[in-house]
């Protein structure tokens, strides 16, 4: 009914940049929040920003003034901006929503995008 797809993952060399996107398509009412979070190697899912629909961000604290998240939820889409990439950023990168579809709210997930950072 709901699906999520993420796009703009790669290998970048410490220090790029990467632009994560992601659009939510199917038979959504309404939307809620979306965010970011990611799996790195060996480590459990965390979060990496989020953004409500009224605009208010929270954003972990090890990449605050690095990575910008920003959102059209009337398109259902969400974008991260991601600067000063270090090594630490390696992970697979999930996009996240909640969205009222048909009678209820649910947690959607992508099927993750993949971010090296390596010299």
């Known amino acids: 009914q709901v699906q999520l797809v993420e796009s703009g993952g790669g290998l970048v060399q410490p220090g790029g940049s990467l632009r994560l996107s992601c659009a939510a398509s199917?038979?959504?009412?309404?939307?809620?929040?979306m965010g970011w979070y990611r799996r790195p190697p060996g480590n459990q899912r965390e979060l990496v920003a989020r953004?409500?629909?009224?605009?208010?961000?929270n954003y972990a604290d090890y990449v605050k003034g690095r990575f910008t998240i920003s959102r059209d939820f009337a398109k259902g889409t969400v974008s991260l901006q991601m600067n000063s990439l270090e090594p630490e950023d390696t992970a697979v990168y999930y996009c996240?929503?909640?969205?009222?579809?048909?009678?209820?709210?649910?947690?959607?997930w992508g099927q993750g995008t993949q971010v090296t950072v390596s010299s």
């Open positions: 199917g038979s959504i009412l309404k939307i809620n929040e």
């Open positions: 953004i409500g629909s009224g605009g208010l961000t």
């Open positions: 996240n929503a909640y969205i009222l579809a048909g009678q209820r709210w649910d947690d959607y």
